[in-house]
């Protein structure tokens, strides 16, 4: 189960992604925040949507940067 949950955060080349590890920490903060409002019949404060969206945007980030990265193809 670790090696799974280390290649759903590690990069292409094997290491360890900051923005995939910060988005994955954010987004179990903010499940845990809404289960703990759940479980105690509380409305969740404002602040959890804005940690979600940016949680995610973390996620993603990644997959987008890759476009700009310099691929230097070579056609034979």
Same mark, same amino acid.
């Given at each position: 189960? =670790? /090696?799974?949950?280390?290649?759903?955060? /590690?990069?292409?080349? *094997?290491?360890? /992604?900051?923005?995939?590890?910060?988005?994955?920490? *954010? %987004?179990?903060?903010? =499940?845990?925040?809404?289960?703990?409002?759940?479980?105690? @019949?509380?409305? =969740?404060?404002?602040?959890?949507?804005?940690?979600?969206?940016?949680?995610?945007?973390?996620? *993603?980030? @990644? /997959?987008?940067?890759?476009? %700009?990265?310099?691929?230097?193809?070579?056609?034979?």
């Amino acid at each position: 189960m =670790a /090696s799974a949950i280390k290649s759903l955060l /590690s990069a292409e080349r *094997g290491s360890l /992604s900051s923005k995939r590890l910060c988005g994955f920490i *954010g %987004w179990l903060c903010c =499940a845990a925040v809404l289960i703990m409002c759940t479980v105690w @019949d509380r409305e =969740a404060p404002e602040m959890v949507s804005t940690v979600l969206y940016a949680s995610t945007a973390l996620l *993603g980030l @990644d /997959s987008v940067t890759d476009i %700009w990265k310099d691929k230097t193809t070579q056609i034979k």
